[in-house]
C-alpha cells in the first residue's frame, strides 16, 4: 500500500501541499479520519458513524487511551438526567460561572457556555446510545464546582472508559481503527489550504496517503514536547511529566502551519499530589476530605484546598520540591477504592503511623515543628481558631493512626491549542475556518484561562475531550452530508 505522489506535492515538515488533490495516487479513502484514540478522538468517530460517516482512525501508539486512560474517568456535566433525579437543580449558566470563576474570565463566555449547554446531553448520549453509564458523584463536592456535576464511572477509571468506547466502536462496521499508526504531517490543498487528509505511517508498511473529506485532530497537547514546553510553559519544561507520551503538540503544529489562531498556550494543569519517587498519583479526594501537607520543616505553606493544578508550584517550590501529605484511617477507608490509591499502596508510597511524632522521625522532619503544626491544623478543624493559611473545610479533626505520603509536583496536560468555533471547526484569528479541519480536547485551546495552572477547573479536561470530541464527529458528518465547509 506504499505509494511515491510526490511530485505533484511540495514539502515542509508539517503540511503537504498539493496542488490538485485527484492528481494523488491515495492509498485509503475515507469520510472522516480521526487523528489520535484518546477520548475525544473516540467520541467523534462514533458521534460520525452514528450518522453514517465512514471513519478511519490512526493512532500512534499500540493501544488505544492516551491520557485518557490515565484519568480518572471524572467527567462534568449540568442538567444530567442523573442530576435531575437527585433533585440537584444545575444548569449550563451555572456551570459556566464556576468555569469562568476559576479561569478568571478567561475563556469565551459564548463557546464555553455552548460547551455546557451540551454537557448534560453528552453524559445522556453516552448511557442510551452507546450504553456506558457514568454515575453522579455525591461523595463531596469537587474543588471549585458549586454542586454536585462530576459524572464518572463505578472504577473511576480512564481506562475502562476506553474500554467501554472501544466496544462501543466495535458494534460500527464504519469505524476502522489503525494502531502503530502515527500522522506524520497534514495533506492540504494548494490554493486555499483546504486540509485532504494525511500522511500517515503504518508500522510494517510506510507512509500512506489518507484521503478524508474531513479530518479531526483529536492528538492531545504537548504535555511530552519538551522544546514545546521550553517555548510555551518554560516553568513546567524540566517538571515531571506525569501524562501519556505520545502526547507531543505535531496537531497543534500542523494546525498553526495552515494558519490557524493559537490560544491559551501557557495554560496547564497539573498536580500538587503525587507520591515521590514513585510516580503514582495520592488522589486529591484526600485533601478535600481533611489531609493536609507540610514541607520538609514541618510547616504548612499554602491553604491545600484552592485547587490541586495551582497547588503543583506551590510543592515544587518548597526544599526539594517536595512535601509530606498527612491523613488519618478515615480518609484512607474512604480513598481505598481508588485505582490509583491501590497502586500507591503496591507501590509502597503510603506509611502508617501510631503518632505524629513517628511520622516525623519516618520522614526526618523536625519533630518539635511537626507537632505544632498538626495542632494548629486540628485546632483549625475542630474550629476553635482560624486556620493560618485561611482554609475553611475540613473533615473531622484528624485521629491516630496517620499516614504520610511524600509527594511532588508534576504537570499532567496542556490546555492551550488551536482555536476553534462552536462546531468545533479550526479557524484563524479572524475567525475563517481552515477548510475541512476539526479539532477537540488538548489539541483546541481549552477553558482554563490564558495562562498557568490555576485556571483549571476539575475535569475541564475530558469536558473538552468528549464534549467538542461529540460536536466535531456530529459536525463534521453533517458538513459532508451538507457539502458545507
Ligand atoms: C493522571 C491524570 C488524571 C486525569 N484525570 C482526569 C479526570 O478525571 N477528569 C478530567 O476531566 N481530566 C482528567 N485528566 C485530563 C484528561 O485525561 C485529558 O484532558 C483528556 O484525556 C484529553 O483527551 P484527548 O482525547 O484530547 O487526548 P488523549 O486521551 O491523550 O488522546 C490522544 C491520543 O492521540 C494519540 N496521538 C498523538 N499524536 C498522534 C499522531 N501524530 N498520530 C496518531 N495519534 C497520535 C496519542 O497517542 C493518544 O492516544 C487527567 C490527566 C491525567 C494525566
Known sequence: MTSTPLQQGSENSLILYVEDPDELIWDIEVDILVIGAGGCGLV???????????????????????????????????????????GIQDSARLMVADILKKNNNESDPELTLHIAKQSGRLIEWLKDNLGINLELLTDFLYPGHSLHRIHANKTRKGKNLINDLLNAASRFDSINIAYNAPAVRLIARRSDSAV??????????????????????????????????????????????????GNTGEGIQWGEALGAGLESMGAYQAHGSVAHPHGTLLTWVAISLGAYQVNSRGHRFVNEYHGYSEHAL???????GVAFEIFDHRIYQAILDYEDIQQCIRMGAIKKFESIKALAQAFNIPETTLAETHEAFQRAARGESADPFERTEFGPPLEPPFYGVKVTGALFHTQGGLKIDDSARVVRDNGDPIINLYAGGGTAAGFSGKAGPSGYLSA??????????????????????????
Open 44 to 86: 467523534a468517530a462514533l458521534a460520525a458513524a452514528e450518522l453514517g460517516a465512514q471513519v478511519l482512525i490512526v493512532e500512534k501508539e499500540r493501544a488505544a487511551g492516551g491520557n485518557t486512560s490515565l484519568s480518572q474517568a471524572m467527567v462534568p456535566a449540568a442538567g444530567s438526567r442523573m442530576q435531575k433525579e437527585l
Open 196 to 245: 485532504q487528509g494525511a500522511e500517515v505511517k503504518i508500522e510494517g508498511i510506510g507512509i500512506n496517503l489518507a484521503r478524508a473529506q474531513k479530518v479531526i485532530l483529536a492528538l492531545n497537547g504537548f504535555g511530552a514536547n519538551r522544546d514545546m514546553l521550553q517555548k510555551y510553559i518554560p516553568r513546567m519544561s524540566s517538571a515531571y511529566y506525569f501524562g501519556h507520551e
Open 314 to 320: 506551590d510543592v515544587l517550590a518548597q526544599d526539594g
Open 460 to 485: 475541564n479536561g475530558l469536558m473538552a475531550a468528549l464534549i467538542l470530541g461529540k460536536i466535531a464527529g456530529e459536525q463534521a458528518a453533517k458538513s459532508i452530508e451538507s457539502g458545507s465547509v
